[in-house]
């Protein structure tokens, strides 16, 4: 179905994903491109509109709610009711979105047995400080405060209320980045569907599509390959549908890149099992939260787990290179 406004690409830097070349083209109908910082990625917006002035307002909405969003989820903000709940303990008359992305938190983490734990911030806090600091050994935390922080760690003491949300403990912290990126991702895809845009290929670091290349084809992304840099492993075709990568290659925090931000919620360590999971799913929230629970699970609970998701496929990359593919 072609319409006056029909065709939107947002790029942003996202390990595992790439949009191939000539994604973000309408043949005949002007580009008007936007470049600046998203989501702490450089990013880039890129809307074919025979109004220029209708591209402008499009782009500006997408920016509003990118932005509205980082004022909620960001670690990086004092400001954000994030930050305020991780500095307090409590808050009160939190934002609809926070204990929306927080109670479905706390659904994947039931469903994935744990796997996907958003209380694993003490864990980051304790790695980072230790790599950050000079000549910090490089085997790690000592297992002591390994344990310590791990002992913060349990979604189960998180209480979410439309009118609270609070800790259960002392010293506890929530991070949302294993699963924030796909919700913005389909908080602006729904927006511009409300605008009438009904070929919408989004990527704020997971990638959601609606409808299909202006050519009439499904969208097409590339698969980073995560053991040979700059190739791509594979591509996938998607319309209607959502991917998202997660990879510790992407932000190790030492230099031997054995030390990663992500944890196996169970141990208090760095995950070592995969070195890349990509899954494909019906939003970008769950492709996203869920491609963060199996890359810490065992390969043994992977199928188990997704199971419990109708709809969901996934490619796991092995240490050695091998593949895995579930339901692809």
């Not at 895809?189 to 070929?199: F, I, K, P, Q, V």
């Amino acid at each position: 179905m072609t319409t006056r406004r029909r065709f939107l690409g947002i790029a942003a830097a996202a390990a595992g994903l790439a949009l191939l070349p000539g994604g973000l083209r309408a043949a005949g109908v002007p580009v008007r491109t936007w470049r600046g910082v998203a989501l702490g990625a450089d990013s880039l917006i890129q809307l074919a509109h025979p109004d220029p002035a209708q591209a402008d307002r499009l782009i500006a909405l997408c920016l509003e709610e990118v932005a509205r969003l980082e004022r909620v989820f960001s670690l990086y903000r004092a400001d954000s009711a994030l930050a305020r709940l991780n500095r307090d303990g409590a808050l009160d008359a939190p934002p609809a979105d926070l204990v929306r992305l927080l109670s479905d938190s706390a659904a994947f983490s039931r469903r994935t047995d744990g796997a996907f734990d958003p209380t694993v911030q003490p864990l980051w806090q304790l790695y980072a400080g230790h790599f950050a600091r000079p000549g910090a050994d490089p085997g790690g935390p000592p297992s002591s405060a390994v344990r310590a922080a791990r002992e913060l760690v349990d979604h189960r003491k998180l209480r979410v209320e439309p009118d609270r949300i609070a800790f259960a403990g002392r010293g506890m912290a929530v991070t949302l980045n294993g699963i924030a990126q796909g919700y913005v991702t389909d908080r602006v895809s729904e927006r511009l569907r409300a605008e009438g845009m009904t070929d919408v290929l989004v990527d704020l670091g997971e990638i959601r599509a609606l409808g299909h290349h202006p050519s009439g084809r499904p969208w097409t992304v590339g698969l980073a390959d995560p053991v040979a840099e700059g190739r791509n492993a594979a591509t996938l075709e998607i319309a209607e549908r959502a991917v998202a990568t997660s990879g510790g290659y992407g932000t190790p925090f030492d230099p031997a890149g054995r030390f990663t931000h992500l944890f196996d919620p169970a141990t208090g360590r760095c995950a070592q099992g995969w070195l890349a999971v990509t899954v494909l799913a019906p939003d970008a929230t769950t492709a996203d939260a869920l491609s963060t629970a199996l890359s810490v699970a065992p390969e043994a609970r992977t199928a188990g787990i997704l199971d419990r998701f109708p709809g969901v496929a996934a490619r796991l990359t092995r240490r050695d290179g091998s593949v895995l593919t579930l339901r692809v």
